[in-house]
């Protein structure tokens, strides 16, 4: 197989990086600062859970849309979207307000998300996809790194100015891939099925229920126990460790940083030994027993090599599971991608929602515990078909 142009992907990262910052700013304060209009600890879940729920009714609808009208014009909205919902965010006065302006987050994010993943597969051969599926996962962490760093640093001068400055960078991202980004797609789809809807369950299920499905349950799983610790961690280093939200948040900033370096250095060189399989259940094991262990910390320093883990196991595994999804499919990158960012979004939702709800009804150990099985349960059903791990896919 010809090895496939790379286009301008810089943009691409670029476009997700921007995306995860306006999300990283957000979530380690978002405890706090709800509580600023007495917000009760439901309604925090709820609240870190909206942006998730607009990134599951959008995203399939965002990938059919893509596979229609290329990658470009549904990128460059997405990067007009988001400046408006960072802007919005900035000049919250309520808690009304703050939902608003997670949603549009979300709806906005769901158009960048599957998107940006399908513009890699439309570039990459299937040989060197982990590499670009792990440099865009690379952005994503980054993301992380800067955007709590960001959102801790400027919000003790105005806690406006973050946004003004994430909703500034969007704009100048989206004149820059005007200007410089290429369409990727070659083939577009004849048509657009507008009566699917946004909410395409009958195309989710069929999804489980095909060679996809053990791949979107692990992407759920994946997702579910990182957002799980949007609440519980910052809830947990509050009531045990008496950590602040300016520890808090360097601490996911250094959870950031270990995710990128390791999809860097690290992820493509051990999967081209051990297979793109393989590596995704390494990778969700590391996660399910850092999860585990978590509450158990006897001090922050614990609590940080724990979360640390995490970061590990969710950089061997995400880039890996995105790939796997991209090389098996059937239908258009796009389509396929904006039903795995559903799923994907279905873990945000579940996460921080139950997170806040199980810490305060069952103790700070239960939202950890309750993911942890959830991963390892799966892992056992994936590994007791052996199919699964000597599975390869045909390049």
Do not use: C
């Not at 979207?81 to 960072?86: K, P």
């Not at 999804?325 to 921080?352: C, D, N, W, Y």
Request: no cysteine; glycine share 8%.
């Amino acid at each position: 197989m010809g090895k496939k142009k790379k286009p301008h992907l810089f943009f691409i990262y670029l476009t997700i990086f921007v995306n995860l910052i306006g999300f990283g700013m957000v979530f380690p304060l978002l405890p706090f600062y709800a509580r600023e209009f007495h917000a009760s600890e439901a309604l925090i879940g709820l609240l870190a859970s909206s942006f998730a729920i607009a990134q599951f009714i959008f995203s399939p609808f965002w990938g059919r849309l893509s596979d229609r009208f290329g990658r470009k014009p549904i990128i460059s909205m997405a990067l007009l979207g988001l400046s408006l919902a960072f802007l919005v965010f900035a000049i919250s006065n309520s808690l009304t307000w703050l939902f608003i302006s997670r949603f549009l987050q979300g709806v906005f994010s769901a158009a960048a998300l599957p998107t940006a993943t399908a513009y890699v597969a439309d570039v990459t051969t299937k040989e060197d996809r982990i590499k670009g599926m792990s440099n865009l996962g690379a952005s994503l962490a980054l993301g992380f790194i800067f955007g709590p760093a960001i959102g801790g640093i400027l919000s003790s001068v105005n806690h406006q100015l973050p946004f003004f400055a994430a909703a500034a960078l969007a704009i100048l991202n989206f004149v820059s891939v005007q200007l410089l980004l290429p369409e990727s797609l070659t083939k577009r789809s004849e048509k657009l099925v507008i009566k699917e809807g946004f909410l395409n369950f009958k195309q989710m299920y069929h999804g489980l229920r095909g060679e996809l499905g053990s791949l979107f349950i692990l992407i759920f799983l994946w997702s579910y126990g990182l957002s799980n610790n949007q609440v519980a961690v910052p809830l947990l280093g509050a009531e045990k460790l008496n950590i602040d939200a300016s520890m808090v948040g360097l601490f996911f900033s250094a959870q950031g940083l270990v995710s990128a370096l390791v999809q860097w250095l690290v992820v493509g060189k051990i999967t081209n030994k051990i297979g793109e399989h393989h590596m995704a259940v390494l990778g969700l094991a590391i996660m399910a027993i850092a999860l585990f262990l978590m509450p158990f910390s006897p001090l922050p320093a614990f609590m940080a090599l724990a979360m640390m883990s995490l970061a590990l196991g969710s950089a061997l595994s995400r880039p890996t599971i995105n790939t796997l999804i991209s090389k098996q499919t059937h239908e258009g990158q796009g389509t396929t991608m904006g039903v795995a960012t559903a799923f994907e979004s279905m873990g945000r939702i579940l996460g921080p929602l139950l997170g806040g709800i199980l810490f305060y009804q069952f103790g700070y150990h239960s939202p950890f515990t309750v993911v942890a099985v959830l991963i390892f349960l799966m892992l056992m059903y994936v590994i007791k078909r052996k199919k699964f791990l000597k599975l390869e896919v045909s390049i």
